[in-house]
């Protein structure tokens, strides 16, 4: 851990530097295979399934019966989990649904936006160790919240061509139209061009390996939209002697387990307390499965001591957390303050857990960086908004003129020339 | 114009076809002078701006005298346009502000979304023969709403390094905090990494030739966001008998007088509608300054007649128009049809410039079939949306357990410990 001692802010930017990738040499590789899926659709997801997850399918859909089984296969303990976690994500993302925004701007200028579904969309879920059951929840539940009508699913198939039950249970539970057992690099390129078996959805969700994000990033110069720019995983926990401990050492442990490259900082007015979550950590990462990982985030994760807590705040908003832990006398203050994070947890109760299953909140939420630009995946991110005006004669009469006199400025006589039409008609009649 | 009868639902894709450009030769030259931003700066900044605009300036700022000198050249009746259209823009854009949204998600567990200004946000408005100041109150007044703290306006200066006194006066009027003489690649590579004299900046708003479209696509590899990809304006109108023939046309000429690659398509239920609109294109058309422009793209506009409304709409939502203009007898039928469109004109009295200039909408809008997944700028686009969530004794307690078996279920053992160390303390306590 690299304890640092109330840093002046010409260092920052230093400190908070984010480790970069070169994607180059990735990129090479994506732009083959999507050139190939493009030209020769599923003969090429074939070949590309059979080298990445080695295993040739003859029927990418998962099928009713496979559906079953992994129904039957699953206690019932951890479906009872996945359906309380499913009602609170419905119940915050139905809160989110907005009305249609009416206004007459001027009189007899009608202006209204109404907001419409995506029709079809493609949520991407990685296979591997860690079966992201939850994130199938956290894009399908607000997918049919917002009335997306298709909503596909990719998943790389195991050795044995299956997908693990917990995703196929939480699939079906949340209305997903469509399971196919398909992964990586070719699962993107084939819901970006579509093939015969992978429908062309318009946008992207999910998150992914670094092949993912590429690839991700490259379906976009075709049409399609993605969530997010997408980077490790990241945690900031801002506390003070209010704080406990041992609690505050196992969110940031939780964050290290993720990934190596996982970021995990604590930023604290109380140098007691960075000495009491330093210890805590020690003792906590020696029982984790994962303690390999963790010791290896944990290596790189920085402690960070401050003079007060606007130091605290100016620097945090600095970084822009994607995960942001308040444990703090003064959360208020860091409530009101914070404008770059994704998602913020208050008080020793809240853990980043809690947000990462079932508190309601989504959990695709920005890193790298990115909550200084992007929301966290929310219900809009299924909506798109639209804009409607209906004029009448009254009230092209009253604005008419004005964009008249604006076309012309801007050297657009057609333009003018469409009201000044309306306008003649409207005096020859009158 | 290209008449087209009764189409073939599998010739639907090749007719709403929309040319695409190959990119290619472009990516290099717009690599190289971000490569030369990113490492030399305003000396970069300088060479481009030399090469592309003819012009070597000492300081791309725009100066206090500048912006006074353009106050008093512009005529008062554009001012007052001016601000009649930016009153109404200010009127719909803050009508879409929303509240907070709060919800007890589980007894103990609050969820709330709160949304946040981006701080620093680059608008581009581009110099050239139509200098498009509506796009500045489009992009600088919701910036205001919302809050953006830096507002910086990139504008590429002309032979004399001035920037149009328009543009100018609507940026002061709305509060853009820098205007800077910088135009093309070298204006959106200075916004993406910085320089001594263009500030960086979170998000990349407005519209531009090819290679400031490439450009902008480009700065999202750097962390920047953007409004959205840009293609060619296009411009859809749906009609029958209850059209007015002239307006028809004029809605037509108005969008392809944008450029030769503008994309103009008449939908319509009646033969007679489409030889009367046809009749009006050819008359109107002479009488245009841009009249050169306007015959190319009217060249590729397509004219199609289909049998009913419901044939219409689903053609109309297959092609996804940026704008769309309906004058029917059933405008309810295609205002509560319509899925994918930027921006919908409704009546005979609605021409499109109306929405471009005075209306109140905006007209920064997706093209190129983005409509299918990408919704039009507003004041969503300035903001992004946070989660808050604040997990009581009693919360965690509820929802802890659910928490363990998914996080277990996940393999994620520190997920899981987070939580049960907290159940413990309270069990201990209790």
Redesign the interface.
Known sequence: MNKINNPKLDTWSEILKRPTKTIDDIEVTVKEIFKEVQKKGDEAVAKYTSIFDGIALENYEVSSEEIQEANSSISE??K???L??K??IY??HS??K?DK???E??EG?N?W?EK????KIGLYIPGG??????TVLMLAVPAGIAGCKEIVLCSPPDKSGKINP?ILYAATLCGVTKILKVGGIQAIAGMTFGTKSIPKV??IFGPGNQFVTVAK?LA??F???IDM?AGPSELLVVADDTA?P??VA??L??Q???GTDSQVILVSTSKRLIQAVEKEIQI?IE????KAI?KKAIENSKLIYVENDQIALDLINEYGPEHFIICSQYDDFY?NG?????????????????????????HTL?T?????????V?L?SFV??????????E??QK?G???E???E???????????T??LK?LKERG
């Not at 160790?129 to 939850?134: H, Q, R, Y």
């Not at 400025?409 to 009201?419: D, P, R, S, W």
């Open positions: 303990e951890l009872a989990a996945i309380l976690a009602e609170n119940k915050f809160a989110q907005t925004i009416s206004i701007t001027t200028v202006c936006q419409r579904p995506i029709q160790t860690a079966p992201l059951f939850s917990a318009y946008k990033q976009t110069q049409g399609v939209a720019p406990v041992a609690f196992s969110d442990l939780s290290a387990e993720h906590q029982e984790l499965p994962r963790a409530c914070i404008i770059n994070a994704g998602s913020v947890f208050i008080g020793n109760y809240t853990p980043e857990s809690a947000g990462d299953y079932a508190s309601g909140t989504n920005p790298n960086g990115y909550a200084k630009n992007y929301s966290g929310n809009d798109k908004s639209m804009t409607f005006q209906k004029i009448s004669k009230g092209i604005i003129s004005a964009i006199i604006m076309a400025a801007e050297g657009l006589q057609a333009h003018k020339n469409a009201v039409l309306r008609s």
